[in-house]
């Protein structure tokens, strides 16, 4: 049988609607996340990224690349705003030199428990959604870790004993932090800890309970002392021009995915704090809590940068403040 022109050309388009519809033609993200596969915020974007892919009806496929498998955490963001990756997760503070409001969890001392840093995502959310969709990217999802707390090889009975201590720096504020007790910031990645602690490069640091498991901290240092100075927040944002090209039903499907996600996070935090510093334990680390003298010269610390912070945030500083004292009370 002889098929005419149009007959022809007819079945070829409903054969192609036929295929870019289906999951073969599924788009796939890749997404750059910041660690291994067994920390709570990786597990916690798996099942973001199942989420999305069943949502969207397979239409959306996220690929992950933990720890800086696929870029280093400094390039993420301007690899999701150029459409080098399509989505990605950050260390929001790492970029506070850009925007102080990327910086305002990090400060020491403003909010640390998952009840203050939820008041103060609370507050800064428009601001930040505002900085990154200027950016051509959409805010997604927030996940905090856990308080941050010193690690060191040897006793710390007060900030003078970081005197020239080669001090790990992963933003600004922890690298302004370790110039205010007397230590030597030193700027490494959450990927190198390891290798900066056995080659020397670092003697001590700040961060989470989470990054001394996935960093085996107990193999180079035998002091964990308790401060809970902050809880850094990580962000997933997406190119917003890639986010725009999905159909409305996948829009809803992804966004859903991401409140989820979120809530989801903030509670993993909560859940696995304790358990994480359990495990120092067990491994061997002595998990102390900080002397009164030491408490108190952090406390002094904190303030410092706490105004810091605000006069370098402008207008934006003191009325975040303002907004956040207030919902504290």
């Known amino acids: 049988m002889k098929l005419n022109l149009k007959t022809t050309l007819a079945a070829v388009g409903l054969a192609a609607a036929t295929l870019a519809s289906s999951p073969a033609f599924a788009e796939k993200w890749n997404m750059p996340v910041r660690s291994n596969e067994r920390n709570y915020f990786t597990r916690n974007i798996m099942q973001f990224a199942e989420e999305v892919k069943k949502g969207t009806d397979g239409k959306v496929e996220i690929v992950l690349h933990p720890e800086a498998s696929l870029m280093k955490q400094p390039d993420v963001k301007r690899g999701v705003q150029t459409g080098q990756v399509q989505i990605g997760e950050l260390l929001m503070s790492m970029h506070s030199n850009e925007s102080a409001v990327f910086g305002v969890d ?32 959409r805010l997604l999802f927030v996940v905090p870790w856990p308080p941050n707390s010193f690690y060191s090889g040897k006793e710390i009975k007060s900030t003078t004993d970081f005197k020239g201590a080669k001090f790990r720096a992963f933003n600004p504020v922890t690298g302004r932090l370790a110039e205010l007790m007397g230590a030597v910031p030193v700027t490494v990645q959450q990927s190198e800890v390891s290798q900066a602690f056995s080659t020397g490069v670092i003697e001590a640091m700040i961060t989470s309970p989470a990054t001394g498991v996935d960093t085996q901290a107990w193999d180079f240092v035998k002091y964990f002392y308790e401060v809970r100075a902050m809880a850094p927040w990580n962000i997933t944002v997406v190119n917003e021009r890639v986010f725009k090209r ?17 809530e989801r996070g903030w509670k993993l935090r909560a859940e696995e704090t304790g358990k994480l510093v359990q495990t120092l334990k067990e491994k061997g680390m002595e998990v102390r809590q900080p002397s009164p003298e030491l408490m108190a010269e952090l406390r002094k610390i904190g303030e410092q940068l706490i105004a810091e912070w605000s006069k370098s945030a402008g207008e934006d500083g003191p009325r975040i403040l303002e907004q956040y004292r207030k919902a504290l009370n």
């Open 106 to 137: 990090s400060v020491p001392f403003l909010a640390s428990s998952n009840e203050e840093g939820a008041k103060l995502l609370k507050v800064v959310r428009p601001l930040l959604e505002e900085r990154i969709e200027k950016q051509g990217m």
């Open 246 to 262: 999905l159909d409305k039903k996948s829009q809803d499907a992804i966004l859903a995915a991401a409140r989820t996600a979120e």
